[in-house]
């Protein structure tokens, strides 16, 4: 069993993440969290939020910051008036090139397919997922039995769908079948979910289940600007559910049908933009590594000049080395001021700035450039889930533990008394209740203590405080580390600042 069979497993059976609907047959590409997942999820959101927008200081500098700056909140609507989507571009470019399968009847991103042959002219091909190394060995199995050898297959190329022509599609075995030529050619296909406002289904009522959190901040810019008393340079953040139809939801929770962003506009003036996406370019990467992300599976990789979207002049993603390969976590882009000019002409509203306030400069109305970090929450969810996945042995005892940060995990404290008599449970549940007034704090007197050991490393919970006989005499209790198992005697008066301590290390 690899190492993401194994997550997904724990993930069901500790009650992280769970398929939705399950006792339906579940739906492809949507997941419920469960009772620690969704305090996990949820302390990813509080984190990235105190640290990028509450915990803000908007009168000193912050390390490697061009200058000092503000930070503001929105939570926008998911529906928005469709014109939105069309200012945007969604309406009308926002598609991937889509392919049916006739015989399987299955649909296809056509970018994400690639081909197998000795010679891509002459054919035959067989076609299967980019990047997925078991379908590659399956693709390589198909090739030799349609050339009816059993000899290893040399000099193979593999080469993308798309690079291989209209013309050559009747030569390419499709992903599901054994037989070519059940492609159809390669379509446009939207990816925003359609529904209607109202009581009537016709094209007057037709809006959009929001693809991204950025637009509702942007047609918002200038009530921002209104009521918050901002200056520039500024942001503007945002948490907030979107949605994408999603054609072949994979990976288990990485690409979804239905995601939470963690979203970014970051407004300055365009002589200072490129130092401004420095700064958040390497402080979006750091914050991923300060949480427990290891430098070496984590990647800031700069986008090639042909990568660029027409708008952007620069763009970097931070990538994570996950069991099924390296992909995306968080994008950083300096997009100019493309998205407040398609806005304004759109709407017909003036989205400038008017800085009043410029030291020995006229005053000014401009557009503000942006610099967006744009953040997945499922996405980082699952990469602090891959990262804290560890096994190890203890005792020579072989164990399952979830290495969380202790600011994410979602049980910060376990409350143990030893066994059920002489008092024990009294005082546990009375440090229990004091604990509880400041974290998620679990109590459990059922089992051995090494049991409720396991039960809590494999729940992520980075703290045991175990209340035995010498409580009762000298008032202090074990309180156990969870990566390291050494336990240390504290004071019950001392229990909550050590714990506190530990926690924000």
Not at 81 to 92: C, D, F, Q, Y
Not at 288 to 301: A, F, H, P, T
Not at 386 to 398: H, L, P, R
Request: charged share 30%; glycine share 8%.
């Amino acid at each position: 069993m690899d190492l993401m069979e194994k997550l997904v497993s724990l993930c069901k059976r500790r009650g992280f993440i769970f398929p939705s609907s399950e006792i339906y047959g579940g739906l492809n590409g949507c997941w419920d969290y469960g009772p620690l997942g969704v305090e996990l999820k949820r302390n990813i959101k509080n984190v990235w939020w105190h640290d990028m927008v509450v915990g803000h200081d908007d009168l000193a500098v912050l390390p490697g910051a061009p200058s000092p700056y503000s930070m503001v909140g929105l939570d926008c609507s998911i529906l928005m008036n469709p014109r939105v989507w069309e200012a945007s571009g969604h309406v009308g470019g926002f598609s991937d090139p889509m392919i049916d399968c006739t015989e399987s009847k299955k649909r296809y991103r056509a970018d994400q397919l690639v081909v197998l042959a000795l010679d891509v002219k002459e054919g035959p091909m067989v076609a299967f997922a980019e990047g997925d190394d078991e379908a590659q060995k399956g693709a390589e199995k198909r090739l030799a039995k349609l050339l009816k050898t059993k000899a290893p297959l040399e000099g193979l190329q593999i080469v993308p769908l798309l690079d291989v022509g209209k013309e050559n599609f009747e030569k390419v075995v499709g992903p599901d079948v054994a037989k070519p030529g059940t492609l159809t050619e390669p379509r446009a296909f939207n990816l925003m979910f359609k529904t209607h406002v109202g009581a009537l289904e016709d094209s007057s009522s037709v809006a959009y289940l929001r693809p991204e959190t950025a637009q509702g901040i942007f047609v918002n810019f200038k009530n921002v600007c209104d009521t918050a008393r901002v200056r520039i340079p500024f942001g503007i953040a945002q948490i907030g559910k979107s949605f994408r139809n999603e054609i072949n939801p994979r990976n288990f929770t990485f690409r979804s049908r239905e995601f939470e962003q963690m979203e970014i506009e970051f407004f300055c003036t365009a002589e200072n933009a490129d130092q401004w996406y420095e700064h958040w370019r390497e402080r979006r990467y750091k914050w991923y590594v300060d949480l427990g992300l290891k430098s070496e599976r984590l990647i800031l990789r700069e986008h090639c000049a042909d990568e660029l979207a027409h708008y952007a002049s620069g763009c970097a993603d931070v990538e994570y080395e996950f069991p099924f390969g390296v992909s995306e976590l968080e994008g950083i882009a300096n997009r100019t001021d493309f998205d407040l000019k398609q806005h304004m002409e759109y709407s017909g509203r003036d989205l400038q700035f008017f800085d009043d306030q410029i030291a020995d400069k006229e005053k000014r109305r401009f557009v503000p450039y942006v610099i967006e970090p744009s953040a997945g929450a499922d996405r980082a969810t699952l990469a602090f889930l891959c990262e804290a996945y560890t096994e190890d042995e203890i005792g020579g005892e072989k164990r399952t533990v979830m290495k969380f940060h202790p600011k994410l995990a979602p049980i910060k404290v376990a409350v143990l008394p030893l066994v059920k008599k002489d008092g024990m449970p009294e005082k546990a549940a009375e440090i229990y209740r004091r604990l509880r007034k400041r974290w998620s704090v679990f109590f459990d007197d059922k089992g051995a203590i090494g049991r409720r050991y396991r039960r809590q490393d494999e729940a992520g919970t980075p703290f045991c405080v175990t209340i035995d006989g010498q409580t009762l005499d000298d008032g202090t209790v074990t309180l156990r580390d969870r990566d390291s198992t050494e336990q240390t005697r504290v004071a019950v008066d001392e229990l909550e600042a050590q714990v506190a301590e530990r926690i924000n290390a």
